[in-house]
C-alpha cells in the first residue's frame, strides 16, 4: 500500500492548507484512510478518518468544525481541508490505510510519509 501525502507548508494562524493523500487505485477502492499528525516531542495522533465509500467520517474533537476529510476515489486521493489553522496545529502530517469495513475495527496497518504543516501566530 503506497501513500503519498502533499501540501503541507508555512501558514498564518487563521489561515488555510488543503493536504493531499495519492495512493493506488487499489487502495482507493477498497481501504478507509485517514490523517494523523506528531508535532516535535509528543505523540503522534489521530486527526481525521473516512471509510471507503465515504459514508463514515471520524473527527478528533481538537479539530472537528475545522478540518474536513473527504476522498476522491476516481483520483486516487484522500484530502483534508484545514481552516482556522492554530499555532497548536503545527505538526508533520501523516496519510494512513486500513483494510476494516468498520470503524471501531480501525487500526492503520499501512502509513505513508509525512508533510510538514507550519502555522505561525
Known amino acids: 500500500v503506497q501513500l503519498q501525502a502533499s501540501g503541507g507548508g508555512l501558514v498564518q494562524a487563521g489561515g488555510s492548507l488543503r493536504l493531499s493523500c495519492a495512493t493506488s487505485?487499489?487502495?482507493?477502492?477498497?481501504?478507509?484512510l485517514g490523517w494523523f499528525r506528531q508535532a516535535p516531542g509528543k505523540e503522534r495522533e489521530f486527526v481525521a478518518a473516512i471509510s471507503r465509500n465515504s459514508d463514515t467520517t471520524r473527527y478528533a474533537d481538537s479539530v472537528k468544525g475545522r478540518f474536513t476529510i473527504s476522498r476522491d476515489n476516481a483520483k486516487n486521493t484522500v484530502y483534508l481541508q484545514m481552516n482556522n489553522l492554530k499555532p497548536g496545529d503545527t505538526a508533520v502530517y501523516y496519510c494512513a490505510a486500513d483494510s476494516n469495513v468498520y470503524a471501531r475495527a480501525w487500526t492503520w496497518d499501512y502509513w505513508g510519509l509525512g508533510t510538514q504543516v507550519t502555522v505561525s501566530s
Open positions: 487505485a487499489r487502495t482507493a477502492r477498497i481501504y478507509a
